[in-house]
């Protein structure tokens, strides 16, 4: 298993933008002709995939489009396939994404949760076919939707439900979330026949109703939105509080009998005894056994996929006989019987109105398209993130051009090309202010020169940022006032400056009762670092 904790620091230094301006400069470089090349090339790439692998599968915050993830991962197996002396063990090409959470029991897998190898052309799943039905003289594939959720597995003892666990590293164990999953209405507690064993993998998501809901909640109290449904349905069954999961209306879909007191020739029969005990198992199952008849099944789902209430991306193509599963076996990432059909995102043209300059709670100014409305994935899009001014400068963005832009990893789409055929005449390449919007200072780059930074120390803006900086070791050594303490003694209106500070004594009471630093003993703490 990969030890993620030590990219966590770094992964919540990197911001979208820049990471999309990483991930486009990986997906631009020819393959490398030599192993020297090769060697130089592997550190930077695998280090990003592992970040993308951390903000996705335990931060619940993804930083790029599934899409550009899928082709980094092609890239590297690529790069390692043709020197695979250069392959590490703990390669991010060949193992499960997710660490674990030290808010829950570690809990071992009886039974492996492994990933699906992806695919995306027809010309792969048909390879697939003849390679995997090639070895039956009666090769029989079932082809199903792929939810776009967070697998679980659900453990039962004479038909009731004990336990429920993440994938987690998807080999040797996985998060006990049990109290949770209890909240899940959509799962069986007990079950409709009375079953000595059994182990069931399914997916846990959140429906698009409940997704906008629980987003125009978020954004009325002023909170953070989640990026998508799959995320907010990871981040609801990670939470502490079992009553939060029950408001948030996840639901559950069964799609692979692990294990039970009784045995089936075929998957297809297994799901169905599934649907018998009381388990929603995944929609319009499709049985094929030629390549063709795969892709028809395949493009049903994809013409079906925008107007389903729960979001879809890709289509399961697995063997149906179990018995040939046990033979083909698995690599310690997939198995050998099954691959996922990636279906590409949505993209739909429209035209930039405007580009704004917007100043974040870290003082980070990050570029905004002003969109003419589109329907995209089943939302009306008016806005999209065009990431910071290297991005800018790649694609030539200008105000008024006809642009294609896709949903990605954020909440907000993103402008992918420029329809430059279609720019009206007198248009301007668009540059990042040299003054701060929000309070006049002058701007400047930091890190590595991607993110634009107002510097203005009292920016309302740039304020949390400057605040928690201010009180770190390198500076005045305040400990209890980190960037989480900062935003709220901000938001509730003790500070206001960095000054405000060594005034807040005067507020002790107020401060206790609000709880923006905390309990009693840690405002009493605070106060004293500060004096």
Same mark, same amino acid.
Request: overall charge negative; proline content about 7%; some cysteine.
């Given at each position: 298993m990969t030890d993620y904790g030590e990219h966590e620091a770094r992964t919540e230094s990197w911001t979208q933008g820049t990471v999309a301006a990483s991930v486009?400069?990986? %997906?631009?470089?020819?393959?490398?002709?030599?192993?020297?090349?090769?060697?130089?090339?592997?550190?930077?790439?695998?280090?990003?995939?592992?970040?993308?692998?951390?903000?996705? +599968?335990?931060?619940?915050? #993804?930083?790029?489009?599934?899409?550009?993830?899928?082709?980094?991962?092609?890239?590297?197996?690529? %790069?390692?396939?043709?020197?695979?002396?250069?392959?590490?063990?703990?390669?991010?090409?060949?193992?499960?994404?997710?660490?674990?959470?030290?808010?829950?029991?570690?809990?071992?897998?009886? +039974?492996?949760?492994? =990933?699906?190898?992806?695919?995306?052309?027809?010309?792969?799943?048909?390879?697939?076919?003849?390679?995997?039905?090639?070895?039956?003289?009666?090769?029989r594939f079932l082809v199903q939707m792929k939810i776009d959720g967070l697998s679980v597995s659900l453990t039962y003892a004479n038909g009731r439900l004990i336990r429920g666990v993440t994938r987690g590293d998807g080999l040797t164990s996985g998060e006990d979330v049990t109290e949770n999953i209890l909240q899940v209405r959509a799962i069986p507690t007990s079950l409709n026949q009375p079953v000595e064993e059994l182990a069931v993998r399914g997916e846990v998501f959140m429906p698009h109703p409940s997704f906008e809901r629980l987003n125009a909640e978020l954004e009325h109290k002023g909170e953070k939105l989640f990026a998508n449904p799959r995320n907010a349905a990871a981040g609801t069954l990670r939470q502490l509080d079992a009553s939060i999961v029950a408001e948030r209306g996840l639901s559950f879909f069964a799609f692979e009998l692990q294990h039970a007191s009784r045995s089936f020739e075929y998957d297809s029969e297994a799901l169905e005894w599934l649907s018998a005990l009381g388990f929603l198992v995944i929609p319009e199952i499709s049985i094929a056994s030629t390549g063709d008849q795969i892709m028809e099944a395949v493009d049903r789902i994809e013409e079906e996929r925008l107007s389903l209430p729960f979001g879809i991306d890709g289509a399961v193509i697995k063997l149906d006989r179990l018995a040939e599963r046990e033979l083909l076996g698995a690599t310690n990432k997939y198995p050998r019987w099954a691959v996922a059909y990636k279906y590409p995102p949505e993209q739909k043209p429209t035209r930039i109105i405007d580009i704004t300059a917007q100043v974040g709670r870290t003082g980070r100014i990050t570029p905004l398209a002003l969109l003419e409305p589109v329907n995209l994935a089943g939302t009306r899009v008016q806005r999209a993130t065009l990431h910071n001014q290297n991005y800018i400068d790649q694609l030539d963005v200008r105000v008024g051009d006809t642009v294609i832009v896709q949903m990605g990893g954020d909440i907000i789409p993103a402008v992918v090309r420029v329809i430059k055929e279609k720019r009206p005449p007198g248009t301007r390449p668009y540059r990042l202010p040299e003054y701060c919007p929000a309070c006049g200072s002058r701007?400047? +780059?930091?890190?590595?020169?991607? *993110?634009? +930074?107002?510097?203005?120390? *009292?920016? #309302?803006?740039?304020?949390?940022?400057?605040?928690?900086?201010?009180? =770190?070791?390198?500076?005045?050594?305040?400990?209890?006032?980190?960037?989480?303490?900062?935003?709220?003694?901000?938001?509730?209106?003790?500070?206001? =400056?960095?000054?405000?500070?060594?005034?807040?004594?005067?507020?002790?009471?107020?401060?206790?009762?609000?709880?923006?630093?905390?309990?009693?003993? =840690?405002? *009493?703490?605070?106060?004293?670092?500060?004096?």
């Open positions: 486009a400069g990986q %997906l631009a470089m020819p393959a490398p002709g030599t192993r020297e090349e090769a060697a130089r090339r592997l550190p930077a790439l695998t280090r990003l995939i592992r970040i993308l692998d951390h903000a996705y +599968y335990d931060l619940d915050s #993804p930083l790029a489009p599934d899409a550009d993830y899928d082709q980094l991962i092609r890239k590297l197996q690529a %790069l390692e396939s043709r020197w695979p002396e250069l392959a590490k063990p703990d390669s991010p090409a060949g193992l499960v994404g997710g660490g674990l959470s030290e808010k829950f029991a570690s809990v071992p897998h009886p +039974y492996p949760m492994l =990933s699906l190898l992806d695919v995306f052309s027809h010309e792969e799943v048909k390879a697939f076919a003849a390679k995997v039905g090639g070895q039956s003289p009666d090769p701007t400047d +780059y930091v890190g590595e020169g991607v *993110d634009l +930074y107002c510097t203005g120390i *009292d920016c #309302p803006a740039q304020l949390v940022r400057h605040l928690s900086y201010f009180a =770190s070791k390198e500076a005045m050594d305040i400990a209890g006032i980190g960037e989480k303490t900062a935003s709220a003694l901000i938001e509730h209106g003790f500070v206001e =400056s960095i000054a405000d500070l060594y005034t807040l004594h005067e507020q002790r009471d107020q401060l206790i009762e609000n709880g923006s630093a905390g309990r009693q003993k =840690s405002v *009493d703490k605070l106060l004293e670092q500060i004096e």
